[in-house]
């Protein structure tokens, strides 16, 4: 089993950052491909980017490619998304999400684990 634990997010204006966290534990996280969704009420989850187990691959979501980053610290055994130039279409639930694969998936089917999410506010 493995535990997701996401922090960071909160109310930010426009054109401001914010970087999301999410701790793993129970199983290596070396071997765990890691992905970013998020939810805006009354919308379906989306993915926002995802990162392979080496590190190497990663995969943004058009309407955030250039402005967010992902990253992973295998010494900390965490996931980070670096969200900048946030907008008010950002505005959502961020949710961080585990598979025991190599690759990520976009697809919120193919993960077997996830976090309770965080809220993220940004303000016009």
């Known amino acids: 089993q493995v535990q997701l634990v996401e922090s960071g997010g909160g109310l930010v204006q426009a054109g401001g950052s914010l970087r999301l966290s999410c701790a793993t534990s129970g199983r290596t996280f070396s071997r765990l491909a890691m992905g970013w969704f998020r939810q805006a009420p009354g919308k379906e989850r989306d993915v926002v980017a995802g990162?392979?187990?080496?590190?190497?691959?990663?995969y943004y979501t058009d309407s955030v490619k250039g402005r967010f980053t992902i990253s992973r610290d295998s010494a900390k055994n965490t996931v980070y998304l670096q969200m900048n130039s946030l907008k008010p279409e950002d505005t959502a639930i961020y949710y961080c999400?585990?598979?025991?694969?190599?690759?990520?998936?976009?697809?919120?089917?193919?993960?077997?684990?996830w976090g309770q999410g965080t809220q993220v506010t940004v303000s016009s």
């Open positions: 999400a585990a598979r025991n694969s190599r690759i990520y998936s976009t697809n919120t089917r193919e993960y077997d684990y």
């Open positions: 990162i392979s187990w080496s590190g190497v691959s990663t």
